[in-house]
């Protein structure tokens, strides 16, 4: 397990959503060429859509086989298929939709319309389960190792649906957990736990403007996972923060190296 973050401070939103899609297309490629196929956990909210947006308009998406590439979701609004909060919608329309994926390996988390009804623990399970069926010997996990597992930080330090304080963060045992009362609207949610985010080889938050500044800065000072999940989200080999100067503000520049 990678403890030691790297920092990579971009000068806007716009050239880190740019760089970051530029840095996934090498990392799918590179996955690709080694083990014939790649999976990564795609992130909703203004960052994750951004990256996807800026990866849509690459002319560099072309290298990736997008047949051979696995997509999951670290977390959903509970919420009608189709529904434009869901993130599976929000990323059918930034990229999705727009390229050749292979239908079977495009896993979204069910929808309260679906085969669960309001039951968002069953839900909940049901995405454990195809995870777990994903999941190969090596992987010593109940999931899949996710070449780039992505996430996107809260303003109060959240990432996927494991807000702080809230019973998410402290769950040791399940990949996946129905979330209530999720203090971001819809209440409802489902979301991978701490434990199969870190089954990730590479984990990246992303991060973006000033008022996610003091959330970066609590989740780099050692402030514990239970008050700042942000700080839980690690990945096997390496764990990296894709920030804008602005997000960076608060923190000490011997830190990081700005590009």
Do not use: C
Request: net charge negative.
């Amino acid at each position: 397990m990678s403890d030691t973050p790297q920092l990579v401070v971009h000068r806007d939103k716009k050239l880190m959503a740019e760089a970051a899609a530029a840095r996934l297309i090498t990392k799918i490629v590179d996955a690709q060429a080694s083990r014939g196929s790649a999976s990564v956990v795609l992130t909703g909210g203004r960052n994750g859509n951004g990256l996807l947006a800026a990866l849509a308009a690459s002319p560099a998406r072309d290298a990736i086989d997008w047949g051979r590439l696995d997509l999951w979701w670290g977390d959903e609004r509970y919420l009608p298929e189709g529904d434009p909060e869901r993130n599976v919608t929000q990323a059918r329309e930034a990229l999705l939709d727009a390229v050749p994926l292979a239908p079977e390996r495009v896993h979204a988390m069910p929808a309260s319309d679906g085969p669960h009804g309001t039951d968002v623990e069953a839900a909940a399970e049901a995405y454990a389960r195809e995870l777990a069926g994903a999941a190969l010997p090596e992987n010593h996990a109940e999931v899949p190792s996710f070449d780039v597992l992505l996430l996107g930080v809260g303003p109060d330090t959240h990432v996927a649906s494991l807000f702080p304080e809230h019973p998410g963060v402290r769950e040791t045992e399940r990949t996946v957990i129905g979330v209530h009362g999720s203090p971001k609207p819809p209440p409802v949610r489902v979301s991978l736990t701490l434990p199969a985010i870190r089954a990730a080889r590479e984990v990246w938050l992303l991060a973006a403007g000033e008022d996610k500044a003091n959330a970066v800065a609590m989740a780099l000072a050692g402030t514990g996972e239970i008050q700042a999940p942000a700080a839980g989200a690690r990945g096997r080999s390496r764990t990296l923060w894709l920030l804008d100067e602005p997000a960076a503000s608060q923190l000490p520049k011997s830190l990081y190296e700005a590009h």
